[in-house]
């Protein structure tokens, strides 16, 4: 009797691994990577934030459109000008691969700087710092600080625009922010 328990436990785990192997529980998606290579041999990739669609959070002392509603940011010292924004992430195609975070500081006291993240599930994350100022061409260049997974051995430069389009009948009129990465991968030894 004790025998047959046994031998009914070892096949019923026997048939749950082969049902689960033979169907999995989750088949994860992974969208390709729209990437355009360039003629130095990196790789340039745009990442799409469409405004206001795309917010998640919008952290800022004393405004009035807080995201979530009702958010209330710390107004102590040390986050009085800190402003902090969440964003869905797009790819050429307008498919959210992923999400983003933008930090932006004015203050002297802890130094100026703006920063993005974004995380890609599929691929990794990239940690990006920005220019203060705007180029006179009205974007916003910046370097990649560092990555993991597949961004880890990874450098490069970001350029942020901000584009208005202007709507007609067919096209709503909407804003939009894209990051535009310009990516190279570490040279490889001579043998």
Known sequence: MFKTFIAGIFLGLV???????????VDL??????????????????FRIDLPRDRILVG???????LPAGLE??????????????????DRNDVVIGVASRLANVSEETGPFIEWVLHLPARGTVY????????????????MLA?????ETLSGTVRERFITEIGN???AA??????ITALIGPLADEE
Do not use: C
């Open 60 to 66: 800022l002392v004393g405004t009035d459109n807080a």
């Open 73 to 90: 940011w710390p107004g102590d010292e040390l986050f009085g000008n800190l402003q902090a924004e969440i964003f869905k992430v797009r």
């Open 147 to 151: 990555g993991t997974r597949d961004f």
């Open 169 to 171: 009948e067919d096209f």
């Open 15 to 25: 048939g749950a691994g082969a049902l689960t192997y033979s169907v999995p529980a």
């Open 174 to 179: 909407g804003e939009r922010i894209e990051l």
């Open 29 to 46: 998606h992974r969208e390709p990577s729209l990437i355009t290579v360039q003629a130095n041999g990196g790789n340039s990739e745009i």
């Open 128 to 143: 990006l710092q920005m220019d203060l100022a705007a180029s006179a061409e009205g974007h916003r260049n910046g370097r």
